[in-house]
């Protein structure tokens, strides 16, 4: 999302919650019954930054962390020692029974973290890890196996969330989604961090900073990233969400720079010098400092691919996209270009991956892991049939209408219509996608023809979780809660009739529940982002049933 352009400071001004919230009771590391500190206050010693796994494969998970052995060894100044972190993986948490451990040289060359993959381990099963060095332990963490592929389970459980924003509000919903405490992943699915300077993009309308960014300057070298990445692991909150299960990642454009893409960024500059040198810097931060797997590996340096696909079981596979690697420079005119085939948001070997697995995946559900909006959000919808000549015609209109924004696939028409008509053209069943990015809540399907819907098929389902702090529709207007905001929801489903379900105003996280009758997704909202221990109430539910490719009310969140 791009931000606005930044005024003064002014004092905050917190609205009045519309919902009634519930605020924690308990650390959440008292909650989950591990080794962390209590929820308000993050991990000390040499392991400063907490621990995280991630990429949970059968037998076997990444491990993470990061040690600061002399005082002078702080992120992004290459200095310290080389050192061994040893490495302990339990099936609990006292440690008792230890299946797995080892060791890990790290130093300066790598700032100092640590990135292990812990193999010949049980599918399906929940593990304990801790790290140790100069006789300090670093805090435990929970993770745990995906099922064996021939494996049937029940259900999973993953929490999803996106957009985290230092300066504008606490992570809050870091902690309350930590609090759910029989997660199997929690998807992340971009900009979890931003490269702003201090006091730009902050909270509400006058972007005020609610906590400055650490360095004080947009990130743009190798250092710079760095540090960002290391002040957001010192969150108290985020670090019990990382202990707490783990995480699956993909990057959006904040990671890097606003709006990337394959060759520069809306928040780039000649004058912060070679864009490809900024994004090689931004990426090996990226790989030094997150749970995941780069190029299907632990190590750093042997790729930057990060489109991967993870299997639970017969259950469920996850494809797992990256839209800013590869994709084309966004058009700046929404009447031209959108719908050039040769323009592409994925990229074609891409592409040709995301649909090959779809039509060829073993798996009931198949869910996408997608950093930007793909259901069609346009003015006016109009049938195929009446839309491609009056394009050819007149030109006035491109042949899916006219998009309201353009850096997610509304932008890349031709790449999202390949994927639409591969999954009808191969009978692909049971397709969700799962987004983030547009700071606000939808449900939707996705038609092929959204003119002439809900007459004509859909091919699958789309879920957008809310941002866990960036600033969204009543934020940016600085207009009440479910006020202004209402007139633009009903004035998009008015013209886009496969959104089902639309909310503007909230910040929070959701949690996805997957059976094989049914995928649901429970959104949670928080309190005010300025309040660091506001609470969190349930707002709605989601779902879509086997083979119906269409979304519906649910009356509950699961479980709860």
């Known amino acids: 999302m791009t931000a606005n352009d930044r005024p003064s400071p002014r004092p905050i001004d917190r609205p009045i919650a519309r919902r009634r919230f ?7 590391a008292a909650a989950l019954g591990l080794g962390l500190p209590a929820a308000g206050g993050a991990a000390t010693g040499p392991f400063r930054h907490g621990v995280a796994s991630g990429d949970p494969w059968p037998r076997s998970v990444l491990l993470w962390t990061r040690v600061t052995p002399t005082p002078s060894a702080v ?6 020692p080389d050192v061994s972190v040893q490495w302990q993986v339990a099936r609990d948490p006292g440690f008792a029974d230890v299946v797995r451990e080892g060791s890990f040289r790290t130093g300066a060359v790598r700032d100092h973290t640590v990135k292990v993959a812990a193999g010949r381990l049980e599918p399906g099963t929940t593990y304990y ?10 805090p435990t963490g929970r993770t745990r196996t995906a099922p064996a592929t021939d494996a ?5 459980r993953f929490g999803v969330v996106s957009c985290a924003n230092w300066q504008a509000g606490y992570f809050s919903a870091y902690r309350h989604l930590a609090a759910h405490a029989d997660l199997d992943a929690v998807l992340h699915l971009g900009d979890y961090f931003y490269e702003y300077d201090v006091d730009e993009y902050g909270y509400g309308p006058a972007n005020t900073t609610i906590r400055p960014h650490d360095p004080a300057h947009e990130t743009v070298r190798l250092a710079d990233y760095r540090r960002r990445h290391a002040q957001y692991k010192s969150d108290a909150d985020l ?11 993909t990057w959006d454009d904040h990671e890097s720079a606003n709006d990337a893409w394959s060759g520069g960024a809306e928040n780039h500059q000649p004058v912060e010098g070679d864009w490809f040198a900024r994004r090689a810097a931004a990426y090996r931060a990226y790989d030094e400092w997150m749970p995941v797997r780069m190029s299907g590996t632990a190590a750093l340096g042997d790729g930057e691919q990060l489109f991967r696909r993870l299997r639970f079981g017969t259950l469920a596979d996850l494809s797992m996209l990256d839209l800013r690697t590869y994709r084309s420079q966004q058009v700046g005119n929404a009447l031209a270009g959108i719908d050039d085939p040769a323009r592409s948001i994925t990229g074609d070997r891409q592409l040709r991956w995301l649909t090959d697995g779809l039509s060829s995946s073993t798996a009931q559900w198949k869910l996408v ?11 006016p919808p109009l ?4 839309s491609r000549p009056l394009a050819d015609v007149t030109g006035l209109l491109p042949p899916d209408g006219v998009p309201y924004n353009l850096d997610q696939w ?8 390949r994927v639409f008509q591969h999954l009808a053209d191969h009978g692909v069943r049971d397709t969700v996608f799962l987004t983030g990015d547009i700071h606000s809540a939808w449900a939707c399907d996705l038609p092929v023809d959204a003119g002439t819907y809900p007459l004509s098929r859909s091919v699958g389902t789309e879920f957008v979780c809310t941002s866990v702090t960036s600033n969204n529709l009543d934020d940016i207007t600085g207009s009440p809660p479910r006020t202004t905001s209402l007139t633009v929801e009903a004035a998009i489903q008015a013209n886009n009739r496969h959104v089902r379900y639309l909310d503007f105003d909230s910040h929070g996280y959701s949690v996805l529940d997957v059976t094989p009758a049914r995928v649901q997704m429970d959104y949670y909202v928080i309190g005010d982002r300025a309040e660091q221990r506001t609470g969190s109430s349930w707002s709605t539910s989601w779902a879509t049933d086997a083979g119906s490719h269409r979304v519906r009310a649910a009356s509950a969140p699961v479980g709860r």
Request: proline share 10%; aromatic share 8%; glycine share 14%.
């Open 383 to 386: 049938p195929a049939e009446v």
């Open 152 to 156: 049937s389970p029940a259900g999973l």
């Open 410 to 417: 509304d932008g890349y028409t031709a790449d999202r219509r």
């Open 239 to 249: 670090q019990a969400l990382h202990a707490a299960a783990p995480w699956i990642v």
């Open 129 to 138: 890890y801790r790290f140790r060095h100069a006789g300090s332990t670093s």
């Open 369 to 379: 892991g997608n950093p930007v909006m793909i259901a069609p959000v346009v003015f």
């Open 75 to 80: 992120p992004g100044s290459g200095l310290g």
């Open 22 to 28: 519930l605020t924690g009771s308990a650390g959440t």
